[in-house]
């Protein structure tokens, strides 16, 4: 027979538990969702964590985050997964100012056979240059990086659009 576990028990309110009872139920619902829910409405019936993982089929890791976040903060918590980024990317003033003044320049300066940026190219250029221009935070950038003008919106183009004329020469 399992042991009792350790953690605290769950106390879920009638209309968190109904909330939890439709989105286990759910067919249009992530699956993460509805097995977190499933899980969380199983312990605080008072399963424990090796009754579930037997009857879910879910691995036990998974069954204590879940339980863990629920009891730290709250039913919502234990449904949703964290933020896994540590910091947001840093790409300092100089970089941006560089990006646009790459963009203000024509391809064909650079080497390349191209009239005006596409947006792959731009982005490409940028990367593989970015280290010997002292950028060092560029060499990862992608397509989807908000570098430069607003009206840019990083990765919203459709694969080898072309800049609009205010991101290319705005400075």
Known sequence: MARK??????????DEREKLERLRDSRTAPKRETERAAILLRYAAGEGPTVIQQRLGISRPTI???????LAAGVQSGLQDRYHRPKEPVITPEAKAWVLSLACTKPKDHGLAAELWSLA???????????????GSLARAGKATHLAHPEYRGGQAA????????ARCAV
């Open 64 to 70: 204590y985050k879940c339980i863990d976040k629920a």
């Open 5 to 14: 576990t350790g953690r605290a028990v769950l106390v879920i309110a009638a």
């Open 121 to 135: 190219a731009l982005a490409r250029y940028t990367r593989e240059h970015a280290s010997a221009q002292g950028h």
């Open 159 to 166: 694969e080898g659009a072309v800049l609009p004329r205010a």
